[in-house]
């Protein structure tokens, strides 16, 4: 029986594992920080061949470094190629466990290339009569196609690949694969950067090839060409393609200390394997080999529970003092999601049921809503609407896990319990998605037994953690920030996604329809300017229209084509009429389709209003999120865009909306922070903080006219500047110089010298303790703050700069959102916050509480943190959200 040969091209395919996963290599870390993306892939290129192959022997080649006998004879050999990114260095040596533990051979040669260890080994067994597989993603290697020997070259990720054969080659380039070695000296390699002839392209040297066969012959016979520039190319450069024939050409005898009878494939190590995918994080592959990844129910300790029925509710009157709750919603929107169960209980107590009715039930009533027994839940305000939902008002609430977790370490943000559980290393709970599956509806398991074991035990995780999570909460100073902002945030945000806003769908229907007429008015231009009818949100098609048909300078090229990007689209809109008419069909398309059709289809057909949710635990600055839908960026800058806010309108008659919103809290957080004389200064005297900025970036006299161009720059300065903005990215805002630019700077930071020094100092805190803080003692942690990696280290030292920041703006509107509802509730008025737009409070009331508004959210909001600069509030009332005016 004839032996298999499997030999890989190792780096080749770890490079094309790690960048076909490039978008998603922040979800490929395992626990301890490790990047596994490109180990990931590799395995699963691994299983598919070894699936598919069945090798006796095999090996994963590898390069030994950069310098070869290749480099030598040619110094810009391979001189183009980025550095590698740390993220996949790091990654090399548990590529080669992987391929150890997986029953493979792994070898590299000093001198040679990973190609010339493959060539030398294919020929060996091409003597020997092997069947020889080759893998790799560099095409380099279809030369050592033959009747023994398949080349496979990954096509599209690592497990797609095309099949090159001596018939493969002739039939794809019409020549044999040796002949390749030619092809590719004459034409040159722009990734390995060797030059080949001037001039000539593939399709020139295949020609060349078929015709002479050969560099050689091709010289050899060099007279017989027409006179011609090509000619002289091939004339003039002939040791440079002769050089460049030896720099493509594999070898097949490098000095191997190895033969094919050290390749034995010995089958996956199975021990060894799991010890690596465990540390890897690699629990799909775990699962597949019906092995324990750490998480499942034969290592959870086991848990007892009752089953509530109408029969034994009272059974629940045992419980005192204080209780863990979770109401189990499957899908994210809890504003709509079914209920499928809930649990309750504490200690050795633990009740579940499916019947949700059963809460609305007196014993159960009772322990809910009673002040008397502190409730410990997981994602507070998720489980007080659902709760209310039912006619239950949850109180009070004591420890939230998803809460307290979030503010322990911002980068650990998910909405799974098992998964947070996991994340303080307690693994007596499984995730949703390891019991329910993943998807947006995800299937509750029928079965009872795992459905109330995987209940029961949500609810003791919750109460395991609340004594660890609280004094963690205690030695990072957090606990004020627990308790006197984020939880008292949770019920005023539980609050105003209950009330909702008033939508009226009848202005939407119609702002669609004039929205729909307006793009068939840009539709019918387009169509004139370019002289045909196209399909305007084809790329392909517009491409062809913009550059070829009417010929505009091409911007920029991506693989499938021209780019008719927004970026793109700008950069021409001064060189026809049809950029300006295609950017404005798309703007008008977008608000059709994310603002009218989106908005109608989440409005509630029992209220006529929006319900959307906040994500409290989302953002690592601690500013609120809006989804489901976003209500934050309704759009402001496109007239048409603002028009869709008149759909928004109170919910009563003879009543108004009304907005409140800080003006400049940032640059007023940054002036206190920093401590800066000039920048308080500016804002104690009440000065216009970017006119000011302006007179004293440009040395402007007292008496001198600040122009409207002086202030927009100095307003890209100043909310640039703390952001870590370069001379570079300033100068493209306000299109200047690179020159003019760093000279803004400078002059900034020689006026505002406290800013400079903050941004040192905070920098440095970063760096010795990993973290920076906001006024309220938010953390967000830098893991990236020591990389490696330039741009991955600059953006953690940016990140520190603005946390604290944007951070603290967003503390204070959130403890004014408190104090505001205890104000409307102390004072007895009707009127109802709806929104929170990051520095604006939006609230709808009764005409006649607007004049006691425009004094009482000013004052509550302008006074919600001592800073050494005052807070200014800008309030607008109006008949719809659109109408606000000051």
């Known amino acids: 029986m004839t032996k298999q040969l ?13 960048f076909a996963m490039h978008n998603q290599i922040d979800k490929f870390t395992n626990k301890d920080g490790l990047h596994t993306a490109a180990i990931y892939g590799f395995k699963l290129m691994l299983d598919h061949v070894l699936e598919n192959f069945k090798p006796d022997a095999g ?40 391929v150890k533990d997986s029953g493979l051979h792994s070898y590299e040669l000093a001198n040679y290339e990973a190609d010339d260890i493959i060539g030398t080994l294919a020929k060996q067994a091409d003597e020997a009569g092997y069947k020889t597989l080759i893998v790799t993603g560099d095409r380099d290697l279809t030369q050592l196609a033959s009747e023994n020997t398949t080349v496979a070259v990954t096509h599209k990720g690592v497990t797609d690949t095309e099949h090159y054969t001596p018939a493969h080659v002739e039939e794809k380039l019409g020549i044999t694969p040796t002949q390749i070695i030619d092809m590719k000296a004459l034409m040159g390699d722009t990734s390995d950067n060797y030059p080949g002839v001037t001039k000539i392209g593939e399709k020139t040297a295949i020609k060349l090839v078929k015709q002479f066969g050969s560099i050689e012959n091709l010289y050899d016979n060099i007279d ?24 493509a050409t594999i070898l097949r005898d490098a000095p191997l200390e190895i033969g094919l009878q050290d390749l034995t494939y010995k089958g996956p190590q199975t021990e060894d394997l799991v010890k690596f995918y465990q540390e890897m994080d690699f629990n799909s592959f775990l699962k597949k080999m019906d092995v324990d990844a750490g998480d499942d129910s034969e290592t959870i300790t086991p848990i007892n529970y009752t089953v509530l029925t109408a029969a034994n509710l009272d059974a629940v009157s045992t419980l005192k003092g204080e209780v863990s709750f979770y109401l189990e919603m499957p899908e994210a929107n809890y504003h709509t999601s079914p209920f499928a169960g809930f649990v309750i209980g504490a200690g050795d107590q633990w009740f579940v049921s499916r019947d949700v009715e059963l809460l609305k039930q007196a014993p159960l009533m009772s322990l809910l809503t009673g002040s008397t027994i502190k409730k410990n839940v997981f994602n507070a305000k998720a489980q007080i609407v659902g709760l209310n939902r039912l006619g239950i008002k949850l109180t009070p609430i004591n420890f939230d896990l998803l809460l307290a977790s979030y503010l322990l370490n911002t980068n650990d943000n998910s909405n799974d319990l098992g998964q947070v559980a996991h994340e303080h290393d307690y693994d007596d709970v499984l995730t949703d998605e390891e019991v329910y599956g993943k998807g947006v509806k995800r299937a509750v398991p029928e079965d009872d037994q795992t459905f109330f074991t995987h209940l029961a035990n949500k609810a003791r995780a919750i109460e395991q953690l609340r004594k660890a999570l609280f004094a963690k909460l205690d030695d990072n100073k957090q606990t004020p920030l627990y308790t006197d902002i984020e939880l008292p945030l949770t019920r005023v945000l539980a609050q105003m996604e209950i009330t909702g806003v008033h939508v009226d769908a009848q202005t939407l229907k119609e702002m669609g329809s004039k929205l729909t007429e307006r793009l068939a008015e840009i539709e019918a231009q387009i169509y004139q300017e370019a002289g ?8 392909k098609q517009l491409g062809h229209i913009l550059f070829e048909k009417l010929k505009l300078p091409v911007i920029k090229k991506t693989k499938t084509g021209y780019s008719t990007a927004v970026d793109v689209l700008e ?3 001064d060189r026809s009429p049809i950029v300006e008419q295609i950017l404005e069909y798309r703007q008008i398309a977008k608000l059709q389709s994310t603002y009218i059709t989106g908005l109608l289809k989440v409005i509630h057909s029992s209220d006529q209003k929006i319900h959307t949710r906040y994500l409290q635990t989302l953002t690592q600055t601690g500013r609120l999120s809006s989804v489901d839908p976003n209500l934050q960026n309704i759009p402001v800058r496109l ?31 940054l002036a206190h922070i920093t401590g800066d004389k000039n920048l308080q200064e500016d804002f104690k005297n009440g000065e216009d903080i970017h006119a000011s900025t302006a007179r004293r970036i440009f040395h402007l006299g007292p008496d001198e006219e600040i122009d409207r161009n002086m202030r927009r720059r100095a307003k890209a300065v100043n909310f640039g500047i703390v952001y870590g903005i370069s001379d570079y990215g300033l100068a493209q805002r306000i299109h200047v110089s690179r020159a003019e630019a760093h000279e803004f700077i400078q002059n900034y930071f020689h006026e505002f010298p406290g800013v400079k020094k903050y941004i040192n100092d905070t920098i440095e805190f970063a760096r010795e303790n990993g973290y920076v803080e906001t006024i309220t003692h938010r953390r967000r942690y830098l893991p990236d703050i020591h990389a490696k990696s330039f741009s991955r280290r600059s953006f953690a030292e940016r990140t520190a700069m603005n946390t604290p920041i944007q951070g603290s703006a967003a503390d204070i509107i959130k403890i004014a959102m408190i104090r505001m509802q205890d104000e409307l509730t102390k004072q007895g008025l009707k009127a109802k916050m709806l929104l929170q737009i990051h520095d604006e409070l939006v609230f709808e009331a009764p005409k006649e509480e607007i004049p006691t508004l425009l004094k009482l959210v000013p004052a509550v909001m302008d006074s919600a943190v001592k800073l050494d600069v005052p807070l200014k509030v800008d309030s607008k009332f109006g008949d719809t959200w659109y109408d606000l005016k000051k």
């Open 6 to 18: 499997l030999l890989i091209d190792g780096n080749s395919i770890v490079f094309r594992a790690f």
């Open 59 to 98: 090996l994963v080649a590898f390069d030994a470094g950069k310098v070869t006998f290749r480099t030598k004879m040619y110094d810009d050999y391979k001189g183009g190629r980025s550095k590698t990114p740390s993220e996949l260095t790091e990654q090399f040596p548990y590529v080669r466990q992987l």
């Open 224 to 247: 017989d060409l027409k006179k011609s520039k090509m000619k002289e190319h091939l004339v003039e450069e002939e040791a440079i393609a002769r050089q460049c024939k030896t720099l």
């Open 532 to 539: 045909e009818e196209f399909n305007i949100n084809s790329t």
């Open 571 to 573: 950069k021409l809109a």
């Open 639 to 669: 007239p048409e865009g603002r028009q869709i806010r008149r759909a928004f309108v109170p919910s009563h008659e003879g009543w108004q909306i009304f907005s409140s919103d800080y003006s400049q809290v940032e640059l007023r957080v």
